[in-house]
């Protein structure tokens, strides 16, 4: 299967996105997660990126869609992938769906998360990421882990990441108004869009998305 996953900054796509993955057997890929692979690797992609994402703001379309393509055409997502993050405005979406075509692929769905924008900022607010993985996402009162400040999977630090901060979350929550929300209506206009709602625990979102996924076959 090939799935668009989206929502709001804090709706839980990382979190949906790992259990998703998992079940369905396609890789997770996070366009944020590249970034932030990238930022700590201190490349000169990583440098660029962090310049955008410290403001909150969208990372140049040119550079993302040549990361996210390079990502898609590895092996592993050959028969399928799971985009979390990725597109993120409608030039985006047009350039995926060329590449699409242009390897005779299409998508499934495009699973939309929904969320309040007071439970979006409680939920970032209290997010600790793994320095070794951020795919190992914590809560501090939701999902808490069992030693404060260390990562239940692999017992690395947790930290809060830089673009989290109350003044560029609202940044994040704007660019995704103006920016993000617009590929809805795009992908409205192709039937590939299943609405979900994700309050409610993880586990409970998790069989929601799977059941939408499944009526949507
Ligand atoms: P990105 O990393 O994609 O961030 P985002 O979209 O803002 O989303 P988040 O990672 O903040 O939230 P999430 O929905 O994954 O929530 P999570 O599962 O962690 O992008 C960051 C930046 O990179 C962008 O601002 C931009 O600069 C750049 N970028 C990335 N892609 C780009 C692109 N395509 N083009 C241009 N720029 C790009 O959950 C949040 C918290 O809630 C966690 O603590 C979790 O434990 C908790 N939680 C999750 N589910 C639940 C639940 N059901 N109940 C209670 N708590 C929950
Ligand atoms: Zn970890």
Not at 48 to 68: F, H, N, Q, R, W
Not at 187 to 201: D, E, H, P, R
């Amino acid at each position: 299967m090939r799935i668009v996953l989206v929502g709001p900054p804090g709706a839980g796509k990382g979190t949906q996105a790992a259990f998703l993955a998992k079940n369905l057997s396609i890789p997770h890929i996070s366009t944020g997660d590249l970034f932030r692979a990238n930022i700590s690797k201190k490349t000169e992609l990583g440098k660029l990126a962090k310049s955008y994402m410290d403001k909150g703001e969208l990372v140049p379309d040119e550079v993302t869609i040549a990361m996210a393509k390079d990502r898609m055409d590895q092996p592993d997502a050959v028969d399928g992938f799971l985009l979390d993050g990725f597109p993120r405005n409608v030039s985006q979406a047009e350039a995926l769906d060329v590449t699409l075509q242009d390897a005779g692929m299409k998508l499934d769905a495009v699973l939309d998360l929904e969320v309040p924008e007071e439970e979006v900022v409680k939920r970032i607010a209290g997010r600790r990421i793994c320095r070794n993985d951020s795919a190992h996402v914590f809560h501090v009162t939701y999902k808490q882990p069992k030693a404060e400040g260390v990562c239940d999977v692999c017992g690395g630090e947790l930290y809060q990441r830089d673009d989290d901060s109350e003044e560029t979350v609202r940044k994040r929550l704007e660019v995704y108004h103006t920016q993000t929300e617009p590929i809805i209506d795009y992908y409205k206009a192709q039937g590939l869009v299943v609405t979900i709602s994700a309050l409610g625990k993880v586990e409970e979102v998790t069989t929601r998305a799977m059941e939408a996924l499944k009526r949507d076959e």
